[in-house]
């Protein structure tokens, strides 16, 4: 399965809003009627860190301005109001169907 | 606290060999399924290889596939990663992760740096 992340980058003003998408090459929807999909923040010279799975669900202590959506094919990451500490890259990632497990290319969220 | 720390990351040549292990500490390791990943500077993310809690079930991404292998001590709560016959390509930041549903990669270590070079 491939993911496709657009835009490769993304310059956003301070408290406007941002939106990622990833687009995948086949629904994402398990036999089980879950949908694997991820999406992940990485700052530069930090690990990954999981923001949003099963498409919608925010993960504990992520900023509720964070918010993920879509189905089948076609995903969304969104920030509402964009803050300082939330440039650096994005990339969702899949799980229906592995192996592999597999990510998108990348988004560079920076500050204008 | 939950921590996963990476170690064993070298300078190799290529066609070499290296270990790297992963350390868990803060959760119960022998019920998590266990990830490598890797990121090469400036790109995206790869899985590299899971393996589930009891160790019984490994897999791979086709370009590790019969190079590298996964496995895993329950017991010193501890992830391992063989890499063998390594080539340029393979050089990277790589991290380990846990889980699978609702935990799949919730917890990520810092990362050890493989460089394959002569």
């Known amino acids: 399965v491939v993911l496709t992340q657009s835009p490769v980058s993304l310059p956003v003003t301070l408290g406007q809003p941002a939106s990622i998408s990833c687009r995948s090459s086949q629904s994402l929807v398990d036999s089980d009627g879950n949908t694997y999909l991820s999406w992940f923040h990485q700052r530069p010279g930090q690990p990954p860190r999981r923001l949003i799975h099963?498409?919608?669900s925010r993960d504990s202590g992520v900023p509720v301005r964070f918010s993920g959506g879509g189905s089948g094919t076609d995903f969304t990451l969104e920030i509402s109001r964009v803050e300082a500490e939330d440039v650096g890259l994005y990339f969702c990632?899949?799980?229906?169907?592995?192996?592999?497990?597999?990510f998108g290319g990348g988004t560079k969220v920076e500050i204008k | 606290e939950v921590q996963l720390v990476e170690s064993g990351g070298l300078v190799v040549q290529p066609g070499g060999s290296l270990r790297l292990s992963c350390a868990a500490s803060g959760f119960t390791f022998d019920t998590y399924t266990m990830h490598w990943v890797r990121q090469a500077p400036g790109k995206a993310l790869e899985w590299v290889s899971l393996i589930s809690w009891d160790g019984d079930n490994t897999y791979y991404t086709d370009s590790v596939k019969g190079r590298f292998s996964i496995s895993r001590d329950n017991r010193k709560k501890s992830l391992y990663l063989q890499m063998n016959n390594l080539r340029s390509d393979d050089s990277a930041l790589y991290f380990c992760?846990?889980?699978?549903?609702?935990?799949?990669?919730?917890?990520w270590g810092r990362g050890t740096t493989v460089i394959v070079s002569s």
């Open positions: 990632m899949q799980a229906t169907h592995w192996p592999p497990l597999t």
């Open positions: 992760s846990r889980g699978d549903g609702s935990t799949l990669m919730d917890v």
């Open positions: 099963d498409v919608s």
